[in-house]
Every structure is written in structure tokens, then in C-alpha cells.
């Protein structure tokens, strides 16, 4: 199997396991936006991007790092390697926690803007606590390539925590601390069972001499990390501030129907660094690279333009349009900053590969600083629309500052011009369908499934090359023969 191929297969593996978590969380959004009053989503929203912000530094890099370190490691080595960053870890969350519990109450009212809401901020670190500890079973999986048990293993938070999440909702009537408190279930039945599948590699250990490379490698990610979260959720703290919490919660629902691209480039971006580090060995790797970077930019666009296309009947699904119909306004500008994210994401794979992670921290606190000097000449004339566009010419920026700067360090022969038409396909086809969205029902329908045609075709025809048409056309052929 060639190395696109691998990687598409363990990116499909990954992207089922994906998928299931992320079916659930917006079948969980349509629960959330009919319980909640409008104002509540609003808080759920404060919630989960403060839980953003706390992962950062409750993770310290050192889930990448274990991915990357595990390449460098014998396998004599790996028990010390996962059982030191899982140990280092829990003490570490105890600590954060002890000293966030001890400020509660202020950072109550930064966040929610009431200093009563203590308890609400305490599930939330504990949230974010359990995500980087569920986090590590699942890159030592991606790590070793286990498609497969990565993708069962998700199974574990996608049955306990929406089970968990709709008793303390539905029966017990806690809202969004319920909400939270069975994510938590959900989050800790994860680490567990991964800690249990993993058992042969585990043990309770403390090595300064595996951690402190680690702690080198993973420590200059955490700018990158606070740059990543004023790029993608900054927005929400001065929409809450500047507008009001009802064009807050719309933002969010088409933030969250934007956030669908993300499950495409989430999958890929699990199943290609350790791919990546294993080609990085050959002597002419820059040259591989070209093809399957095109070829995986090609399909998260490709997401972006259907996602966008399709958003209106997904908003009829994920929310009362009463309340909500608005939010398809800014999902063309949201769905395009995913796509270039996750292009963002996988071209930075070169940093790691040559050792300069502190590359990415400079790229996207840059893009952060941008994003927000964005939001202050948007957002108050604007409101969520000004988000919307600060977010999206944000995330360009950052993706030229990557494809500029990667160049210099880790040269790949990109073929520009092809690259350069992509672009301006996806940005052509995003803001046709921005208008057919606006129509009546039956003429928009099919003007955006036109648009989705046109341009799935210029992507056939102008980005891929004819030995990768003819190439994709033989795997098709091969694959409907073995299955007939």
C-alpha cells in the first residue's frame, strides 16, 4: 500500500471513531438549543471555550510530544516513555486544579461575568483535566498506527457521556452543569478504558531524563496552543461583551456547524504525522510529500464547500430556526477558516520533523494577535458577522505565514499554480453558495448542488494531475471488481 494510500485509510478509520464522537456532540447541540434558553446556550458556549483555553495548559505539549517521541524511543523504552507522561500528568492536573479552585470566584466573573458561578468553573477545569488524560491512550494508538483501537476506544465517551449527559439533563434537571458533569462520566470511562487497553504499556513512573526532552519539545507549543484558541474562540469573550448573548449563542451554533469540516481535518491530521516522521527518514521525502499534501488539502475543501452547501438544512436540524436562523450567515467565512486550519495543521508537520516546534507557536500567536486586532474593528460594527470575517482573514494569514516560513525550513516542490487554483476554486464556490443560501427553498436547493458539482469537477480536472485521475480511477475499478 503506498503512502497516500495508508494514510487515507487510517485517516478513514480514524475519521468513523471521529465521526461518531462528533455525530454525537450535534445530536447533543440539538438536545442543548431546545433546553436551554438562548441565554443558557450562550453560557454552554463561555463553557466550552474556557475549556479551550484550560487544555492548553493542563496538556503542556506533551500529547504531541508522545507521538513524536515514540519514533525516537526503542521499543524497550516505550513503558517508561507512556508510563512517565500519563504519571507526570496526573499530578500535574491536581496541581492546576488545587490552584484554579482557590480562584474560582474571579475567574467566574471574567468569564461568565458573575463571580456566583464558581461551581460552574470548577466542572469545567475538571473537563479539561479529563481530556488531556483521555487524550494520551488515544496518540499512543495514533502513535503506534492503531487505527482501528483508536476508533473503538472513542466508542467508550460516545455511549457513557451522552447516556450520563441525558439522565443529568432530562431526569435530574442539573442543566449545564449536568451537561458538563456527564461529560466528565463520559471523559473519565475514556481514560480508563484506555489506560486498561494500554495496560502492557503502563506503569506508574517518573523519569526526568524521558520527560525533559518531551517537556523541550512540547513546553514552546503552548503559545501556539493560546494562539490556537484566541484564533478559533476568542471571539465568543468579546461577542458576549460588546453585542449580547443572543447573537453569541447564533455565533455558536454556526460555529459549530462550521466545526463539521473538522472532522475530515482532524482525521487526516491523526493519521498523517506518524506517517510523515516514517517518510521524513527517505532521503528524497520533500518530493512524496507534494502529492498527498495536494491531494488531503483537496479533500478538506471539498468538506468545507458541502458543509456550507448543506447548512441550512443542517441548522433545521441542530436548532430552532426562531431562534437560530441566522447563524447560515456566518458559516461560509467559519467553514473556510476549519479548511485552512486544518491545512495549517498539516504543513506544520514539518516543524516537528526538523525539530523547530517553536516555529508554530511564533505562526499562530501571530495569527492570534491578528485575529483579535481584527475583532476590535469588526466586531463592534458588525457584531457576529465581524467575527465571522475577523476569524476567517485571521486563519489566511496564518496559513500564508505557514506555507512561507515551512518553505524555508523543510522545502517541499509544492506545484504552485495548482495550489493557487484551489484556492480560488473553494473561495469561488463558498461565496456562490453564500447567495443560493439566501434563496427560496426550491431554486437554492438546486444552485447549491450545482455549485458542490462545478466544483468538485474543477478539482478533478485542474488540481489533480492525469496520472493521479488515472490512478484514482484504476483503485476504483480494482475496488468495485474485488467486491463484485
Request: aromatic fraction near 12%; proline fraction near 5%; charged fraction near 15%.
Amino acid at each position: 500500500m503506498s503512502g497516500t494510500s495508508r494514510t487515507f485509510s487510517n485517516a478513514a478509520i480514524y475519521a468513523i471513531g471521529i465521526i461518531i464522537n462528533r455525530g454525537v456532540v450535534f445530536a447533543l447541540i440539538a438536545l442543548y438549543t431546545r433546553a436551554f434558553s438562548v441565554e443558557e446556550y450562550a453560557n454552554f458556549e463561555l463553557a466550552a471555550t474556557t475549556q479551550i483555553f484550560m487544555i492548553v495548559f493542563f496538556d503542556l505539549g506533551l500529547n504531541p510530544a508522545l507521538v513524536r517521541y515514540f519514533h525516537l524511543h526503542d521499543e524497550k523504552n516505550h513503558r517508561d516513555l507512556f508510563g512517565t507522561t500519563v504519571s507526570f500528568l496526573m499530578l500535574w492536573a491536581l496541581l492546576l486544579c488545587a490552584l484554579i479552585f482557590v480562584y474560582r470566584h474571579r475567574l467566574s466573573s471574567f468569564v461568565f461575568g458573575s463571580p456566583d458561578m464558581g461551581l460552574l468553573l470548577i466542572l469545567v477545569q475538571m473537563q479539561a483535566a479529563f481530556t488531556v488524560l483521555s487524550n494520551l491512550p488515544l496518540a499512543w494508538f495514533r502513535a503506534r498506527e492503531r487505527s482501528l483501537h483508536f476508533m473503538l476506544l472513542n466508542l467508550v465517551r460516545a455511549v457513557i457521556g451522552p447516556c450520563a449527559i441525558a439522565v443529568f439533563l432530562l431526569v435530574f434537571k442539573w442543566g449545564l452543569p449536568g451537561v458538563i458533569l456527564g461529560d466528565i462520566c463520559g471523559l473519565a470511562a475514556l481514560t480508563l478504558a484506555g489506560l486498561i487497553a494500554n495496560a502492557r504499556w503502563y506503569r506508574p513512573i517518573l523519569r526526568w531524563s524521558v520527560l525533559r526532552p518531551m517537556l523541550r519539545f512540547g513546553l514552546p507549543l503552548i503559545p501556539m496552543g493560546v494562539g490556537g484558541a484566541l484564533l478559533t474562540v476568542s471571539d465568543r469573550y468579546f461577542l458576549n461583551s460588546w453585542v449580547n448573548k443572543e447573537e453569541l449563542a447564533v455565533y455558536g451554533v454556526a460555529a459549530k456547524i462550521g466545526l463539521m469540516v473538522v472532522i475530515v481535518s482532524q482525521a487526516i491530521q491523526t493519521a498523517y504525522p506518524p506517517y510523515a516522521f516514517r517518510l521524513a527518514k527517505v532521503s528524497d521525502a520533500p518530493k512524496h510529500f507534494e502529492p498527498i499534501l495536494r491531494q488531503l488539502l483537496i479533500a478538506m475543501a471539498s468538506v468545507a464547500v458541502c458543509v456550507t452547501a448543506a447548512s441550512k438544512e443542517i441548522l433545521w436540524i441542530l436548532a430552532p430556526t426562531a431562534s437560530y436562523g441566522n447563524a447560515t450567515y456566518f458559516v461560509p467565512w467559519l467553514a473556510f477558516s476549519s479548511a485552512c486550519d486544518g491545512a495549517c495543521l498539516m504543513l506544520m508537520t514539518s516543524f516537528a520533523i526538523t525539530h523547530r516546534t517553536g516555529m508554530p507557536s511564533v505562526i499562530v500567536i501571530l495569527a492570534g494577535i491578528t485575529k483579535v486586532g481584527l475583532i476590535y474593528l469588526l466586531v463592534p460594527a458588525r457584531g457576529g458577522m465581524g467575527a465571522a470575517e475577523a476569524t476567517a482573514l485571521a486563519y489566511g494569514v496564518e496559513l500564508i505565514l505557514v506555507l512561507w516560513i515551512t518553505q524555508r525550513c523543510y522545502p517541499i516542490p509544492h506545484d504552485w499554480p495548482r495550489m493557487t487554483a484551489l484556492f480560488g476554486i473553494i473561495l469561488g464556490a463558498l461565496w456562490a453558495t453564500s447567495h443560493a443560501l439566501q434563496w427560496n427553498p426550491v431554486p437554492s436547493i438546486a444552485a447549491r448542488a450545482g455549485i458542490v458539482c462545478l466544483f468538485a469537477g474543477g478539482c478533478v480536472a485542474i488540481i489533480l494531475r492525469r496520472e493521479e485521475r488515472a490512478r484514482i480511477v484504476c483503485e476504483a475499478e480494482r475496488y468495485v471488481r474485488k467486491r463484485c
